[in-house]
């Protein structure tokens, strides 16, 4: 054994109980805290008493008495909360640009010291961590001197000046300036409720556990993690669903197990449960998981998600749509698992009396992986389409037999819609059926990003059904043929057909049948 784990465990058997509850100890680093400077005095000198009976001894010139605030293991400790030491930040202030691997790695393991002071640390390292991994290029494709599959390390001394990008530096920028910027972290009062921000994307998952202080909220935690290769293949609710259990029970358990607290986000991570036909096993695992946890959601719907940033302070004026506990808990324990075979895991429900419909109506998904385009590209991609150039033409000179002349494929079914069709500001719509009283504006989609859209409602969305499917796309666009487009996507969707349900047929009765005696033996036994 070394020699500085021996003197450890010798210091927390000297303190004993006090250890965690009265002062925190780290080798020779002892600090002792308290409310009052009586209770202070008095657990000083309980410490003193139990270093005298062991015979240690103290060097007067390294000790400090009755502090406001104190540096500790390169932390700022004081009753405000817990800060970076500035010392140690002023050489991130002056880091210079990295030239190598060694460089650079030194700056990360300085920086990750430090990751819990900077919301989305993982988010804004990426650029960074990707010049620590070696690829080669083999054929055209990037792959592993190891293992295809997976890029390894880089040789230390190896430079990376020619592989500095513009994201490099401004990873590089952002963590010095987010750093020397730190926030003070509140302590956690477990009589206090808590309050958890959580955010998913491609680049990361990140969370910031909050409390409120003379009604401002104050961070408690910040975490954050890079994705796993094998995650950034998940679609988006699945990947929110992640980060909600990722952050509650594998970071902060120890600050959420057995309170109650509040998750806001930016969107509703449940949907993964809701839209997913099957629950695969490791669904059930992160249902079970979070079945111990008792907490409320809120999230925006709808159009009202595109704005904020997880990682950042909302205000109080958004209107958040709640999942109570009640729903939460009923969703996490009422979706069982049957096994069939020991191969198969099904959803079997939910308990629609404590998960009211809204959050399982199609309409309420998120709009916001589908693709985005400015009204000046909306112009020009319906312009260069044959069958919508054709379409604005004949609106312009008014004149609907323009589409039977020449026409491409489709025309004729777009002649008969042309009372429906209009034309705002230069985009061709076609109004759709009224909901709720409301008419619908459908975009007429050009061909070039029908498949994209297709991919964004069904593939991102749970893998619904070919119905639920078109009423998604028909809600939003209009092309001819629609539906017909929407179920050949639907039925051809690999991961549809690999988890539906085989039909089951039971074999025929019929006479069984021998070839001659003695064949065939029966015995009854009566007990």
Not at 99 to 125: P, Q
Not at 224 to 243: D, G, I, M, Q, V
Not at 360 to 386: G, I, M, V, W, Y
């Amino acid at each position: 054994m070394g020699a500085p784990a021996t003197f450890q465990r010798l210091m927390e058997k000297t303190v004993g109980d006090m250890n965690l509850i009265e002062l925190l100890v780290y080798l020779d680093d002892i600090i002792v805290f308290g409310k009052t400077l009586e209770e202070h005095e008095q657990r000083l000198e309980k410490v003193l008493k139990r270093l005298h009976e062991e015979g240690l001894k103290l060097s007067l010139e390294k000790c400090q008495f009755c502090l406001p605030s104190v540096t500790y293991l390169g932390h700022v400790v004081s009753a405000e909360g817990v800060s970076t030491d500035p010392r140690k930040l002023e050489a991130v202030a002056s880091w210079p640009r990295p030239r190598n691997v060694t460089e650079l790695r030194s700056f990360l393991g300085f920086c990750s010291y430090y990751r819990r002071f900077v919301g989305g640390f993982a988010k804004i390292a990426q650029p960074l961590n990707k010049l620590l991994q070696k690829e080669t290029t083999e054929g055209g494709c990037k792959v592993s001197d190891r293992n295809p599959s997976a890029p390894g390390p880089r040789k230390a001394k190896e430079s990376i000046q020619g592989e500095w990008t513009s994201q490099c530096e401004g990873a590089f920028v952002k963590l010095k300036e987010n750093l020397t910027r730190a926030p003070v972290l509140a302590y956690a009062d477990p009589h206090k409720p808590y309050e958890l921000h959580v955010d998913a994307s491609r680049e990361g998952l990140g969370g910031v556990l909050y409390q409120e202080y003379d009604g401002l909220l104050r961070p408690v935690a910040y975490v954050s993690r890079s994705l796993a290769p094998s995650e950034k293949n998940y679609p988006t609710h699945k990947l929110e669903f992640l980060a909600l259990k990722w952050a509650v029970v594998d970071k902060l358990k120890d600050y959420l197990y057995g309170a109650e607290f509040v998750i806001k986000t930016d969107n509703n991570p449940l949907t993964y449960i809701l839209t997913t036909a099957k629950l695969d096993a490791t669904g059930h695992r992160w249902l079970a998981a979070l079945s111990g946890f008792r907490f409320s959601l809120k999230y925006r719907p709808g159009v009202n998600n595109r704005d904020a940033d997880a990682l950042s302070r909302r205000p109080y004026t958004t209107e958040w749509t709640q999942v109570t506990p009640d729903g939460v808990q009923a969703l996490c324990q009422g979706t069982e698992r049957r096994v069939k075979g020991g191969v198969e895991a099904e959803a079997i429900g939910v308990m629609a009396a404590a998960v009211p419909e809204f959050y399982c109506n199609p309409s309420q998904l998120r709009d916001e992986n589908l693709p985005t385009f400015s009204k000046q590209d909306l112009k020009a991609d319906q312009a260069r389409d044959p069958l919508i150039a054709l379409t604005i033409k004949a609106l312009i000179a008014n004149q609907r037999e323009i589409l039977l002349t020449n026409s491409p494929d489709g025309a004729r079914l777009v002649y008969k819609e042309w009372e429906r069709l209009k034309m705002l500001d230069g985009v061709v719509y076609r109004r759709g059926p009224s909901t709720n009283s409301e008419e619908i504006q459908q975009l007429f989609l050009p061909t070039k990003h029908r498949e994209s859209v297709l991919r964004s409602l069904h593939d991102e969305h749970g893998h619904l059904g070919a119905e639920r499917t078109f009423k998604l796309v028909r809600d939003r666009f209009y092309w001819p043929c629609m539906r017909a487009e929407v179920e050949s996507y639907c039925h051809s969707c690999l991961r549809c057909i690999q988890r539906k349900t085989l039909p089951t047929r039971a074999a025929p009765m019929s006479h069984l049948q021998s070839q001659g005696p003695w064949i065939w033996c029966a015995l009854t036994s009566c007990a």
